[in-house]
C-alpha cells in the first residue's frame, strides 16, 4: 500500500486527481464530496486537482467543484505530488494514454468505461496495472446499487437455488429517430454502438451476478447506416456501428441465456433489466425504477416488488428508511466508497481493469460471433 | 363450399362433432355454444356429435354440454352425416389419424395445436388438406385476441414504422419444481417439452405478427434429467426433452430478436410476452394481462396501457366497454367464430393446416440449432 | 321450494325466462347457456322464454340464443308456467312493476342493479318478496369473482387481522368529455348519476366484505352542470344528478374509510378499486385487472400480485390453469351458478332484494350527508 | 436583502449554520456540499457552524462533514456573525425557540417540518418572521422534485382542464405492528401522529398543487391504544395520537377530494401518493417512485409513464438523460437551492413559515373536524 501524509487528525490523507469536467467529471466530484458525509472513512479526502484542456473552465469547475488546483495539461495532473488517485472521465480514446500514465506513476486509477477502445489496449492496460501493482477500478457504477447486492447475495447464497437462466436487455431510445445526428457514439474508433456503449454495462452486471460465460452466439445490425452530420444537417455520415445487437449467452455455471442491447426502442431511457430464474425463484430488475427488485420465491407463487431500505449495505448511508430511493448520483458515491475500501484493502473486489478486459473480451466475442455467425468460446480471443 | 342443410328460417345448419372431452374439449364446446349468442353467423351451429373412448363419459358430457349424440368410437363421429366440422381436443399422438380421416371424409378439421407430434407427419396433413381442399384451422388461440389484432394492425399499417426487433418469450413455472412429476408433456414423441408445449404459441404469434423467420441460432437444456414417475414416487423418469430454450431470430422482413420458452421460471403462469420495436413506436404484450398492450409512439417517448375496448374487432361481442375484459375462453370463441367465417370464405386468414406446419418447421429449426450449435436456415428442413 | 318438472334423466327441469335483449340481456343469455357446461348443475335448465317489447327482436334473439319462446309482453312471460326463474334486464325504472310481479306469481326472481329507482321502491320489494318467501338476486356481479372470494376469504380467517381501513374507488371516463350527451343515467328517477349508477357497485362490494357501514359524511358535485340532449346537439339539458361523489365511511366494525365515485376520470374504463388494510396485512383489486390481487402479509413486507387460479372456487369451472384469466361474462355465469344454488338452498349467501335495499340504504345516506353536510347515521333512513 | 462579505472572486459569501446532526441534519449537510456543484450560484457558500448539544459529536460530524466551526450551544450558532444561515433539524419541539431566536437575529431560517408542535406557535413563528423581515423556508421537501414541478406547471397552465378531484394518501407501516414502540412521534406534544408526522406532508403538496382547502370532514382513530415502551419491553405506554385519519377536502377552487394519513398499511414504506382529476385529463404520482409521473391526457385515453428527465427544471443539474433517477437526497438540494435563490430575491414562491402555518392551520381544522365530527371551515381557526 502506498504511503499516505497524514491529516492533523492523524488520518491518512488521499489527494483526489479528476481528469475531465463534462457530466461524468461532474458526478465523479459529487460523488468525491460525499463519500466523506455519507460514511465514515479511514481517511481524509482532499479535492487536490482538476484537469482540463480548457484551462479557464479548469479554474472555474475547480472553484465550483472545491478544488485545489486546476490544470490545463493532464500529465500535470498526474505527476502532481498531492494526487494519489487518478479520476478519469475524458472521451474514451484517451483513457489508455492517461491511465497508462496514471499506472507508471504508482497511482490508483479509477477510470470510466469502457476501459479502452479496443480489446488489445484493454490487455495491455490490465497487465501494466497487474506488474506495477496499483489499485485501478472501472466505472461500471451500476453493480454498486445496494438492491444488486440484494440479487448478488440472494445468487451467492443459493436461495434461488441452482440459476439456470438470465435474461437481458438494455434499450435506450436516444438514437431512435432516425434524425438523430451521428456522433462520435457511432464510431468504432471511439467504442461506439450499442454493444458497447450500452451492452458494456449489461455484460459487467451480468459477469457481476452470473460469473464467467463460456460461449455465445449473436446477430447485430446497423437499421439507420448514416445520419446527418449534425442537428439538422443535410449532410450524411455512414455509420458502422450497430444499431442493435442480440446474442444467446452460455454460462461456466451452465446457465443459458439470451441478450440484447438497443438504442432504437422507443420508449426506454435506461432499460438496463435482467431475470435471473433459479430452481428455486427468481429476481427481475430494471434500472430505470433503481430502487426495486421484483422477487419471486418457490414457495410464494409471484412476484414481491422489494424496496431498497436499510438493511442493504450502502443504502442507510443515505437514507433511513426503505421507499426514500437513491438516486444516479448515489451509485457513483458508493463506486467511489468501494474505491476507497479497495486502497486500504477492504470491502469487496470490484470490477478492477482485469475485470473490465473481461466485460470487453467478452463484448468482443459477442462482435465477432455476429460477424461470423456462429458460436464463439470467449478462450478463442 | 360443402353444401349444408337448411334451417327453418332458411340459414344452413353446420353440424359441429366434437372429439375429446378433457379441458379443450369442454372449452371447444363452450365456445361453439357461445359463437351464436356473441355474433350474427350465416348459418345455423348444430352441436350435432360428441365422442369420448369413455361411452359413459361421452353420454354425460353430451347431455351436459348440449350435443345430439355421442360416440365412443371417433370413426363413427366423423363419418356421421350430420357433422360437418370436427373438432380434435384429443391427446397430441391422435391428431394425425383423426385430422386424416376428417380430411379425407371432406369435412373441415379444427384441431388443437399442436398439429402432429413429428414434422413428417405435419407436412402429411397439409399436403393432404390442400389436396382434399377442405378448411382447416389449428387452435393458435391466442392469435384471436381482439388486441392481438390491434398489434398486426399497427405493425401492418406502417404505424410502427420499420419494425426492428422482435423480443418473446413463453414462461410458465408448472415444472419448475424438480418434484413436478414426469407426464406425457416430458415425451418427444407427444410433442412434449417447453419448446414444443409452451414455445410453439410463441412461434405461431411470431409469425402472426412479423412473417416469416429466414433463420435461427438457438441453445435447449434439460435441468432436471430425471423426475418422479407420478407424485411423491420414488421411481425417477428420465427426461429427454428441454426445460428451457432460447434463440435467435432473424426474420425475411429483415428484423431480428430473441425468443425463450422456458416451464421452469418461477412466478409465471402464462407469461407468453412480446416487445416489438419499429422506427417509430414499440408494443408490448404480455398474456398474463390479455386485455392489455403497452404502446409507445415515437412522439409519446413513454408507455401507455391500452385497454381492449369495442373499438377492436371481435370485442364489442362480448362486453360494451373497454374494461370490462374478455376471458380465455373468449378467445376460443373467437377462433370458432373466425373458423366458421373461413367455412364461409369469409374473415381474414387464419392459422391452417399449412401455417401450423411453418409453425413446426420452425420449432424443429430450432430444435436442429441447438442440437448442432450452429445457425440453421429454414429452408434446411 | 318450489316444485319442478323433471327431466328424462331424472334431473329437476328449471325453466328461465329472461326480459330485455340489450347488452345485459345477451349477458345473462351467455351465462344461462354456459353454466350447465362450467357446473355440475343439480338440475337441468331450460331456456324457456324470453321478452322484449319488440316482438320482432324478442323473436329473433330467442333464436339467436337458443330460448323455446318469444313473447312481446312481460307479463305473459312471467306468468308463463314453465318459467322458473324470472331474469330482469329492462331499464331501472321498470326493475319495480316487473320483480313485485314476479314475486307476486311465487318465482325467483334474478333482477340487474340497481334493484330499483327509490329506497321506498327497494323497500317494498323486500317486504314482498320476504312475505312471498321466494329467492332472489341482485346483479351485484363483481362480487362473485374468484378472487373476490379470496379477498373476503382472507378477511372472515383473519388473516389480515382485524380490519381497520377501506379505500375504494369506482372510477370511469365515459361521461368526462362534457360534449358526453346527457342521457337516462343523467336523471335521478331512473337511478342516475356517478353514486348510483358506478358507486353501488362500490358500496355491495364494500358491505360484501365488510360488513355494515354505520355513519357516512359525503360530498357531491355536478361538475358540467348541461349536456347536449344528443350527441353533436346543441339544444342542452340541465343534470341534476353527481357526476362525482366522496364520501367518509364507519364501518359497524370500528374500521374507517374513503369512498370515491367519479364518471369524469380520464383514463379509468372500470376502475372499481379498493384497498383494505388490517393488522396483519393489506389488500388490494382493481376490477380493471379482474384476475388480479395484491396481497401484503406483514411477514413479507411488500406486494405480491396473486392471479387468480384453480384453487379459488369457481375458477376451475373455466380455466385449468392461473394466469388463463377470467372475463367479464364467466362473472356473470358465476352468479347464474350462485343464483341456480340458491334455488336449490346450495352455496353461500348472496345479493338478495333485502341486501340491495341494504346497499341502496347505504347510497341514500351517503346523497343525504352530501346534501345536508354532516354525518348521517345509516339507520336515520 | 442581507449584506453578505464577499469571496475573492467577488461573489458574497454566504455562511450556514446548522443545527442538529441526526439523519436530517447529515441530509442538510450533504446538500449544502453539493448545492454548488450542481448549480452555478450567485453565492459562494461556506459551511460556516455546526451545532449539537454533545460537544464531541459536534466537532466529529463538523470534520466529517467539512464545517469550519462546532458549537455545543445553539445560541452561540445563532449568533456567530459567520452564520448567515441557520438550518434547524433538532426534535420538534424546539424548532420555536431556535427558529425565533433566529428571527431575532435577522438571520435566514430553514426549518424542517413541522414548523411548531403547536398552531398558536406557528402562528407567533409567522409573525415573527414577517415583521423581522426574515427569509424563511421550511423542509417540505418533496415539492421540490422536478416531477411536482410538472405536475403543477400542467395544473397551472390548463393542461388539465378545470381540477375537478384529488385524492390523496399518505401511508407508511413502520407502525403496522402493535410490538412497535412508543416514541416521540406518539406524543401530541412533539406533533405526532400519522396526520402530523406523514398527513401534513400531503397537506403540504395538496396546497402546493392545488391551492387553499376551505372546508374539512374528517375521522381519526387509535387502533392500538397502548404500545411497549421500548421493543420488547412488558411497559406499557398509551397512546392519543392517530394512527390513521380519513378526510373529505374541499378546495377554493371548487376542486373536491379525499384524503388518508397511516402509519399502519402494509406494504407502504412512503405511498405519499396523489391522483388528480381535471376535465382534460388525470396525473397521479407516488413518492415510492419519486422519478415517475402517470398522466393521462383527454385525447390519450389512457395513462402513460413519464420518466423525469432534463427538460423539467431542476433534473439536469444532477443527471443528463431521463431515466437515470434523482434520490431523495437530491430533493434536499433542490430545496436548498430554492433556498438560496429565495436569498436573492430569485426563483419561485416557496413554503416560507406563512405557507407552514397555512398548512399546520389545515392539520388543526381536520383534526377538530375529527374530533367534533362535523365539516369544519378552514376560517374558523
Redesign the interface.
Known amino acids: 500500500m502506498r504511503q499516505f501524509s497524514r491529516s492533523a487528525?492523524g488520518l491518512p490523507q488521499l489527494g483526489i486527481g479528476l481528469i475531465g469536467t463534462g457530466?461524468m467529471g461532474?458526478a465523479h466530484?459529487?460523488a468525491f464530496?460525499?463519500v466523506?458525509?455519507?460514511f465514515?472513512l479511514p481517511v481524509q479526502l482532499r479535492l487536490a486537482a482538476l484537469a482540463d484542456a480548457d484551462a479557464a473552465r479548469a479554474t472555474r469547475c475547480a472553484?465550483?467543484?472545491?478544488f485545489d488546483h486546476a490544470h490545463s495539461d493532464w500529465q500535470q495532473l498526474i505527476s502532481d505530488p498531492e494526487v494519489d488517485i487518478i479520476a478519469i472521465t475524458t472521451p474514451n480514446h484517451l483513457h489508455y494514454p492517461m491511465a497508462m500514465a496514471a499506472v507508471e506513476a504508482g497511482k490508483t486509477v479509477y477510470c470510466e468505461k469502457p476501459l479502452a477502445v479496443s480489446l488489445a489496449q484493454a490487455d495491455d492496460m490490465r497487465n501494466a496495472a497487474k506488474k506495477a501493482g496499483v489499485v485501478t477500478r472501472v466505472g461500471y457504477n451500476y453493480q454498486h446499487n445496494p438492491i444488486i447486492g440484494l440479487a448478488r447475495q440472494m445468487i451467492e447464497s443459493g436461495e434461488l437455488g441452482?440459476i439456470?437462466?438470465f435474461?437481458g436487455?438494455f434499450?435506450?431510445?436516444?438514437m431512435?429517430?432516425?434524425a438523430s445526428p451521428w456522433s462520435w457514439r457511432c464510431e468504432e474508433a471511439h467504442a461506439g454502438g450499442a454493444l458497447a456503449d450500452l451492452g458494456s454495462h449489461l455484460l459487467a452486471l451480468a459477469r457481476h451476478l452470473m460469473g464467467d460465460v463460456e460461449a455465445v452466439?449473436?446477430?447485430a445490425?446497423t437499421?439507420h447506416p448514416q445520419r446527418p452530420a449534425t442537428v439538422g444537417s443535410r449532410e450524411k455520415r455512414f455509420i458502422a456501428v450497430d444499431?442493435?445487437t442480440?446474442?444467446?449467452l452460455?454460462f461456466a455455471s451452465?446457465a443459458?441465456?439470451?441478450f440484447?442491447s438497443?438504442w432504437?426502442?422507443?420508449?426506454?431511457?435506461?432499460?438496463l433489466a435482467f431475470?435471473i430464474?433459479?430452481?428455486?425463484?427468481?429476481i427481475a430488475f430494471d434500472?430505470?425504477?433503481?430502487n426495486e427488485l421484483r422477487v419471486?420465491?418457490?414457495d410464494?407463487?409471484?412476484?414481491?416488488?422489494?424496496?431498497a431500505?436499510p438493511a442493504l449495505p450502502g443504502y442507510a448511508a443515505?437514507?433511513?428508511?426503505?421507499?426514500?430511493?437513491?438516486?444516479?448520483?448515489?451509485l457513483k458515491t458508493l463506486e467511489v466508497h468501494a474505491l476507497i475500501q479497495a486502497v486500504f484493502n477492504q470491502g469487496k473486489d470490484g470490477p478492477d481493469f482485469e475485470e473490465a478486459w473481461q466485460v470487453e473480451r467478452l463484448a468482443a466475442a459477442i462482435r465477432m460471433a455476429a460477424r461470423e455467425?456462429?458460436?464463439v468460446r470467449i478462450t478463442e480471443l
Open positions: 487528525a457530466f461532474r466530484a459529487m464530496r460525499n466523506s458525509a455519507a465514515a472553484s465550483d467543484w472545491g441452482q439456470v437462466s435474461q436487455e434499450s435506450e431510445d436516444f431512435a429517430d432516425p452466439c449473436a446477430d445490425n437499421v444499431d442493435q442480440h446474442a444467446l452460455r451452465g443459458r441465456g439470451t440484447s438497443s432504437l426502442k422507443h420508449g426506454y431511457k435506461n432499460h431475470e430464474s433459479g430452481t428455486r425463484g427468481t434500472q430505470e425504477r433503481l419471486c420465491r418457490a410464494q407463487g409471484s412476484f414481491q416488488r422489494v424496496l431500505g443515505f437514507c433511513p428508511a426503505p421507499g426514500h430511493q437513491l438516486g444516479y448520483n448515489e455467425q456462429r458460436w
